[in-house]
């Protein structure tokens, strides 16, 4: 059941509720490690991606329950059963995540190098860096990244050449435990870098600055556990519908939204001539007749999101005019732009720009998912254009959206899974 079948032309209408935050709900899984007593964690989506970080850290021997469809109850291990298995690690990319928390808890940390989509080299040297300055022995042996360190962690100063946001949550998770004071200077600011610093200091981590450039962590010995902790909504699946209400000329409330998360991408949607109103935690979207094409570049938030950018090459594909994207963190997600092609997209991609012509309209036909953004994109094209669209490795796009063919099907799409 590998593929996605569209048979699209119509606008989506309705409403939709916004689920956890992917990111924020892998990142905070593997700092449940670093707690002592029982944690329950809210508003987890049930994708992929969760389901198997769920898998890792229960063979380091955490214990994890579902509670209901969203929230989960994990207790962390208090001595490591196994390494991650590497089989599970090379699944997603976001089980680096799990070198800060085990270094830190038990002073030893093997984890596989990581997987997830191919869009880029995605180099872990930051993170060696950032744990190497405080105390750690970090080596790369067959494939595995090994850090060792005798005692605690040592507080250190760190400076980040680039804002990496899995470096800066691998080292603040790392930091909580260490012996003194940490301060990370030129941090990823993303909102799920917050959202992980509000559960570690719940957890009784002495985190401050999460959200601005310099992080400030007073270690502590030990971490306790916390009763109720709920994910921040996703602000990319927000984005993946926002766009598709727009792309489909449709009309859709989005709820369970936080607007401050989301405002780069209302931006560049408004700029193109898409109706956005904000109310509290629910967003009304609404396209109706011609957008005016935009460009954008992709760039460490408070930026344009990258995880953003092939669902807008998809929506600019039928923007009349030139609607032109700089891509700046990952070098390799522009593989969309054949796909789309194959649609009838006109887009031309020269390095880090793709200069996207707009055509009358797309038309269905067989395309494949090449990473998780893409695949959204692909569905997004799939919902505008006319006849069938088939949309092959659709196990992409299980990694981070939940229920994505009910949730479309509730808003008039037709949609079904082969
Ligand atoms: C699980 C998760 O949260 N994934 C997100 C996270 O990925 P991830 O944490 O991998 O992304 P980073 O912010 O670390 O990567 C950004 C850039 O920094 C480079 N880099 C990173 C680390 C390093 O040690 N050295 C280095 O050069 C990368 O190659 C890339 O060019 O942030 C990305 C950027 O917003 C998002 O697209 C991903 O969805
Ligand atoms: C790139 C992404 O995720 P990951 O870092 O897990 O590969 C993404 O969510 O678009």
């Known amino acids: 059941m590998d593929k996605l079948i569209i048979d699209g032309g119509k606008p989506l209408r309705g409403k939709v509720r916004i689920s956890g935050a992917k990111n924020a709900a892998l990142a905070i899984l593997c700092a449940s490690i670093l707690a002592n007593e029982e944690v329950v964690l809210e508003n987890i989506p049930d994708i992929s991606d969760v389901q198997v970080m769920i898998e890792i850290i229960k063979n380091i021997g955490a214990e994890v329950t579902w509670l209901d469809n969203s929230s989960l109850r994990v207790v962390g291990p208090s001595r490591p059963a196994a390494d991650p298995p590497c089989a599970l690690v090379k699944k997603l990319r976001a089980s680096n995540l799990l070198l800060g928390p085990l270094l830190a808890k038990f002073g030893y940390a093997r984890v596989s190098l990581p997987g997830g989509c191919n869009i880029g080299i995605r180099p872990m040297d930051l993170h060696f860096k950032g744990l190497a300055s ?24 760190i400076y980040l050449d680039f804002p990496s946001v899995g470096a800066t949550e691998n080292i603040m998770m790392a930091a909580c435990l260490a012996e003194g004071q940490t301060v990370l200077e030129n941090v990823a600011k993303e909102p799920e870098i917050v959202d992980l610093a509000n559960f570690l200091n719940c957890l009784g981590a002495k985190v401050r600055g999460a959200g601005t450039d310099i992080i400030k962590i007073e270690g502590v010995p030990e971490l306790g556990g916390c009763l109720r902790y709920a994910v921040i909504p996703d602000r990319i699946e927000a984005g993946t519908f926002m766009v598709a209400a727009a792309a489909t000329r449709g009309h859709l409330e989005l709820e369970n939204i936080i607007p401050l998360h989301v405002e780069p991408i209302c931006a560049k949607l408004r700029e193109a001539g898409v109706d956005i109103i904000e109310d509290y935690d629910v967003l ?4 109706g007749g011609m957008l005016r094409p935009v460009d954008i570049k992709t760039l460490p938030y408070p930026g344009f ?23 700046n963190i990952f070098e390799n997600r522009f593989q969309i732009a054949d796909e789309l092609k194959r649609m009838g997209a006109r887009i031309k991609v020269e390095g880090r720009m793709a200069v996207v012509e707009g055509v009358p309209g797309l038309h269905g036909t067989q395309v494949k998912a090449t990473d998780l953004r893409a695949g959204a994109a692909l569905v997004i094209a799939g919902l505008m254009a006319p006849g069938r669209t088939e949309i092959f490795n659709a196990h992409y796009i299980d990694r981070g959206y939940h229920m994505l063919e009910g949730k479309l099907r509730s808003l008039g799409a037709e949609v079904a899974r082969a």
């Open 284 to 287: 009304t979207v609404r396209a």
């Open 134 to 157: 405080m105390g750690a022995r970090m080596d790369i042996e067959g494939g595995y990244a090994v850090g060792r360190v005798d005692g605690r962690l040592k507080g250190a100063r």
């Open 305 to 327: 999101p990258t995880d953003m950018q092939s669902q807008m090459m998809a929506l600019f594909s039928t923007v009349e005019g030139t609607s032109i994207i700089i891509e």
